[in-house]
């Protein structure tokens, strides 16, 4: 478990292969916009990898920003672990730990990019860079951070700890302080991207790739550590996970709490991060309840009170029956969704 990073194969991607919208696709990383106006691309999870690989995370440019980015705008990939699994670098204080990331990257355009850490319990950031030497080649980088003995030291719990931020834009906003620059310190807006010398969202032909993410303690990056698929989807599933989609998916055994009261609990298969969010589509016979005698069609559920790190209660009042009896309820519509969310 040297690898502090979850998902770095980019195996994982319950949300689908693809989206057009800002945030998450792949488990644990998500795309990190911001001030765009124009800029417009497909995300997707990529077969396209280095040797040793089979997966990566592709961000590709459909509609660029007009004027290419303006100071205000920046736009990059995010990670963020629990603080609780960072704990032991002991920033902020003397025993602070040294830790090297390594990770593949491939882009269109070459150049200057800006990598940025930031610790969410205290607000220290650190910003480097790393030079993609060859186009649309696929690039091994390594860069290794001290231990930042300055600021307070980093919670035992499941908030906000650390965040890594590739940039392939930044505006001035963002990139015109060298406070942070190849050093921990306090955070600045300006600090936060200094030294971005491309701008990906300046035209169509630009894209980046990222895979091979590793995230160790010490000065040496190691070869990459390989966990299961089983392995990675549990520990994705703390943060998210797609109960249902589809026709005829099975929810779970429900009953009548009373004549048109029907309920089920639905147990996450890993004890989550946090209480999570529950995302439920919903719509005219979208849920279908199989019992003896009759067939009750459902247009959704509502989420009772009870919801924890392992369990959520459902709901729902539009039935009609008999107040002890059971039946098994699936999915009736193409449309239906069943989303778990406690992200970061």
Not at 268 to 296: E, K, Q
């Amino acid at each position: 478990n040297r690898n502090l990073i979850i998902n770095g194969a980019m195996q994982v991607a319950q949300r689908g292969t693809s989206t057009t919208t800002n945030g998450y696709l792949i488990d644990r990383f998500r795309s990190n916009l911001g001030g765009m106006d124009q800029l417009a691309f497909t995300m997707s999870q990529s077969t396209d990898a280095p040797s040793g690989f089979r997966k990566s995370l592709k961000f590709d440019v459909t509609t660029a920003e007009t004027g290419g980015v303006a100071a205000d705008e920046y736009a990059g990939i995010r990670y963020i672990t629990e603080s609780q699994d960072v704990a032991h670098l002991l920033y902020g204080t003397s025993g602070a730990k040294t830790i090297t990331l390594s990770f593949h990257v491939k882009a269109y355009q070459t150049g200057t990019y800006a990598l940025n850490l930031f610790m969410g319990d205290t607000s220290r950031a650190y910003t480097t860079t790393y030079t993609i030497s060859q186009s649309a080649t696929w690039e091994k980088k390594t860069l290794t951070f001290v231990g930042d003995t300055g600021g307070s030291e980093i919670n035992v719990d499941n908030g906000h700890g650390l965040y890594i931020n590739w940039f392939f834009a930044a505006g001035s906003t963002f990139n015109s302080s060298s406070a942070n620059t190849n050093q921990w310190a306090g955070y600045t807006n300006a600090g936060w991207a200094n030294g971005q010398g491309v701008d990906l969202t300046n035209s169509t032909d630009n894209y980046f790739q990222l895979t091979g993410v590793q995230l160790e303690v010490g000065s040496v990056a190691t070869d990459f550590e390989h966990r299961s698929f089983a392995q990675e989807l549990a520990l994705c599933q703390r943060y998210y996970f797609l109960f249902c989609e589809g026709t005829d998916k099975e929810l779970n055994v429900v009953w009548y709490f009373t004549n048109t009261h029907l309920s089920f609990l639905l147990r996450y298969p890993v004890v989550m991060r946090a209480a999570p969010t529950l995302s439920i589509t919903t719509g005219t016979n979208y849920y279908i309840n199989y019992r003896a005698g009759s067939n009750d069609k459902i247009d959704g559920f509502a989420s009772e009170f009870i919801s924890t790190e392992q369990m959520s209660c459902f709901r729902n009042t539009q039935v009609s029956g008999t107040a002890g009896q059971a039946g098994l309820l699936r999915t009736y519509n193409s449309a239906c969704k069943v989303e778990i969310s406690a992200e970061l």
